[in-house]
């Protein structure tokens, strides 16, 4: 009767630690789950800004292209548009021109260029009074 009983507690107590395991795993396994949703939702919402930001490229890529055409386009009619070989020879020209403009500007706004002026002014007026005598 001893070693029935023994048996019997023995089982149970076996019983009672499967028990006791078997909620420790139901409780890890919820918080698994819980992660796993809180995980699936930030992903959700880092692809909605990739998408986002996919688009923004996108867009920015075409102004840019847009852009890009319009001064090629323009580009190749204040060149002249006369073919490959044309181009390339108009072009250092082109940029030449467009530095001794910024020079100008630059000494225009330094007063360099009002002195200049003046001096070819009474150049030019100096053949018009001999021509007037």
Known sequence: MLLITVCADSSEERCRELQRRCEELE???KKKEEENTELLRDLEQ?????????????????????????????????????????????????????????????KFLRGESQRQSHQLLQADASPRQGQAA
């Open 46 to 106: 880092k692809n909605a800004m990739i998408s986002v930001l996919e688009n923004t490229i996108k867009e920015r890529e075409k102004k840019y292209l847009e852009e890009l055409k319009m001064k090629s386009h323009k580009l190749a009619v204040l060149s002249g548009g006369a073919g490959a070989e044309g181009k390339h020879h108009r072009l250092p020209h082109l940029a030449a021109s467009r530095h001794e403009e910024e020079a100008f500007g630059r």
């Open 27 to 29: 409780a890890q396994l």
